[in-house]
């Protein structure tokens, strides 16, 4: 008799369980319940998780939150070992549209915010390159205060993380525009912001920065400057 009533009251725990919890979770799903020799071993009712939704999956408009966005950079000297310098850029604004599962937009680089934040190989000497570096044989921020990148598309990678999309896009720099192709991680924070971070490398002698390059000049010995610069980047922005 008390295994009876003890199976019995399995049973109605377990019923008002599953009750309780479809009603809050339609997609509950009720696997087994199982009972042993002894009448007390059950398998209670179980919730099917789906993935995560992707964040392209809802179309929505964003507006670039420049202040919480970043933009990092580094460029070398190769045949001097630990000769790398490295800096920040500030993004004024941006647009981001997320329609049909991938993602088109602007934002725009404030060129004037250079800044050199370390010269390992020649400590102190920041300020002197960020003049160095805003000058003429440079990045000619007098002439060209703002850069802009246009994000063409992004897919999902489908052989990466379920926030991984190769991004293609177009930078204009000193007049000149060309594509470049990347992977970035595009997902909601923990403010239910967008999100896009991703670090890649450019070629700078195509937008004519060919200062220091040793695909343009000979006998540079170890003052040739690396042609390919690395940026950092961290986008945010909020629905609109």
Known sequence: MKIILGFVAVVMVVGLFVFINMDADSDLEIESI??????????????IEGDTPSVMSV??????????????WSGKKPLIEGYINSGSLAVNKGDVLVSAG?????FEIDMNSLTVSETKAKPGKESLLESHLKGEG???????????FEIIEATADVNG???????RGALTMKGQTHELTFPAEIYLNSDGQLQADATFEFDRTQWGIT??????FDNLADNVVDDMVSLTFSLVAEKK
């Open 34 to 47: 199982v009972t042993t020799e002894t009448g007390v071993e059950t398998e209670v009712a179980s919730s």
């Open 59 to 72: 179309d929505a408009n964003y507006v670039v939150v420049a202040e919480k966005s970043e933009i990092n």
């Open 102 to 106: 991938t993602a088109t937009g602007e």
């Open 138 to 148: 440079w990045f000619s921020v007098a002439e060209f205060p703002v850069a802009t």
């Open 161 to 167: 993380e379920s926030n991984t999309y190769n991004v």
């Open 211 to 216: 200062a220091g390059s040793g695909s343009f």
